[in-house]
């Protein structure tokens, strides 16, 4: 099992991440071709003070490490140096395909739900600073949220689908700490703020505006993207009528290669999204972009949150349900 001694790792520069996430705006007319565009590279990662009491520092339980999401958000913890729980619980029965899956070296159970309870129970005695990370399936966020409210457990839940709602409802009835986000990439949830408050500072400002959405993820991803989802909520704020079923999924390896420009090693790890507006008259278009690819932007966010659930603890914080937005603005970007 992993041991705190090497925990300053957590808010020390240098964390090396492979992959990049870009987000592009683009402004077009019709008589002028200007473009602005901004690169927000996940590689950067600022130093900051310790956030977290290293007595206190929570010990990680992510479910499922079976899953890519869930793998590299575990490899993740256990390289900002906190202690990896190793048991996993999955969304399904007995019938598991593994029984035990590496992690950076670290043994870990998988464990099917109907042995859940038992094993949780075992976890709560050896670990009282337990935080569990959620990347199951998007049938199992709700009954997977109301488990861990049901057993006091503070969670960070990531997993798209489900209801959010009643997973924060779910939380806030137990009194338990949580940070609910179906979009755990720092740079793409200030992409979302953003948005938002631009249809806040101006609503109605595209009305008359036709709006078209694509979004491309690695095909084993079954539902529309949250992302895509929310930004169009602000859009629709801003004068735009345009319903959720209209978003375009691409999951078919052809398009993503040839009409989405994925590279050919991020099929099974990407998340592209672009946005499209144009004028009543076709003259002006607005075209914005945040491309994503492999994990470890999401992965590097989780363990941002859970060391941010794990500070609200330690200071016993009144409100008990988060996002990550609000991660965001009490400057945990490692």
């Given at each position: 099992?992993?041991?705190?001694?090497?925990?300053?790792s957590t808010?020390?520069r240098?964390?090396?991440?492979?992959?990049?996430?870009?987000?592009?705006?683009?402004?077009r007319?019709?008589?002028?071709?200007?473009k602005a565009?901004?690169?927000l590279?996940?590689?950067?990662?600022?130093?900051?003070k310790?956030?977290?009491?290293v007595?206190?520092?929570?010990?990680?339980?992510?479910?499922?490490?079976?899953?890519?999401?869930?793998?590299?958000?575990?490899e993740a913890?256990?390289?900002?140096?906190?202690?990896?729980?190793?048991?996993?619980?999955?969304?399904?029965s007995?019938?598991?395909?593994?029984?035990?899956?590496?992690?950076?070296?670290?043994?870990?159970?998988?464990v099917?739900?109907?042995?859940?309870?038992d094993?949780?129970?075992?976890i709560?005695?050896q670990?009282?600073?337990?935080?569990?990370?959620?990347?199951?399936?998007?049938?199992?966020?709700?009954?997977n949220?109301?488990?861990y409210?049901?057993?006091?457990?503070p969670?960070?839940?990531?997993t798209?689908?489900g209801?959010?709602?009643?997973?924060a409802?779910a939380a806030e009835?137990?009194?338990?700490?949580?940070?609910?986000?179906?979009q755990?990439?720092?740079q793409?949830?200030?992409?979302?703020?953003?948005m938002q408050?631009?249809?806040?500072?101006?609503?109605?400002?595209?009305s008359?505006?036709?709006l078209?959405?694509?979004?491309?993820?690695?095909?084993?991803?079954?539902?529309?993207?949250?992302?895509?989802?929310?930004?169009?909520?602000?859009?629709?704020?801003?004068?735009?009528?345009?319903k959720e079923?209209?978003?375009?999924?691409?999951?078919?390896?052809?398009?993503?290669?040839?009409?989405m420009?994925?590279?050919?090693d991020?099929?099974?790890g990407?998340?592209f999204?672009t946005?499209t507006?144009?004028?009543?008259?076709?003259?002006v278009?607005?075209?914005?972009?945040?491309?994503?690819t492999g994990?470890?932007i999401?992965?590097e966010?989780t363990?941002?949150?859970?060391l941010?659930?794990?500070?609200?603890?330690?200071?016993g914080a009144q409100q008990?349900?988060?996002?990550?937005?609000?991660?965001?603005?009490?400057?945990?970007?490692?």
């Open positions: 099992m992993q041991t705190l001694n090497h925990y300053p808010i020390q240098g964390i090396q991440r492979q992959n990049a996430c870009r987000a592009t705006v683009l402004l007319g019709k008589h002028s071709r200007c565009a901004t690169t590279d996940a590689a950067a990662a600022t130093a900051s310790p956030v977290v009491d007595s206190l520092a929570p010990h990680v339980m992510v479910n499922s490490c079976t899953g890519r999401m869930g793998h590299s958000a575990a913890v256990v390289r900002a140096g906190l202690t990896l729980v190793p048991f996993t619980l999955t969304g399904y007995a019938g598991v395909a593994v029984s035990n899956i590496g992690v950076a070296g670290i043994p870990v159970e998988v099917g739900k109907e042995r859940r309870q094993i949780m129970n075992r709560r005695e670990h009282p600073r337990l935080i569990v990370v959620d990347y199951t399936t998007p049938n199992c966020v709700n009954d949220a109301q488990f409210a049901d057993n006091g457990v969670f960070v839940m990531g798209t689908g209801d959010p709602q009643k997973v409802a009835a137990a009194g338990v700490y949580a940070v609910v986000s179906p755990m990439g720092k793409v949830v200030a992409f979302q703020a953003m408050l631009m249809a806040d500072s101006f609503p109605g400002v595209f008359g505006y036709s078209s959405v694509v979004e491309s993820h690695q095909r084993n991803k079954a539902d529309t993207s949250g992302t895509a989802k929310a930004v169009v909520q602000s859009f629709n704020k801003m004068g735009l009528d345009f079923n209209q978003i375009r999924k691409i999951r078919d390896r052809v398009t993503q290669l040839e009409a420009a994925v590279p050919e991020a099929l099974d990407h998340a999204h946005y507006l144009r004028s009543p008259d076709q003259s278009e607005f075209v914005f972009k945040h491309n994503v994990r470890s999401y992965a966010g363990v941002d949150a859970v941010f659930l794990a500070k609200k603890m330690q200071e008990k349900v988060y996002n990550m937005i609000d991660v965001l603005r009490e400057g945990f970007l490692r």
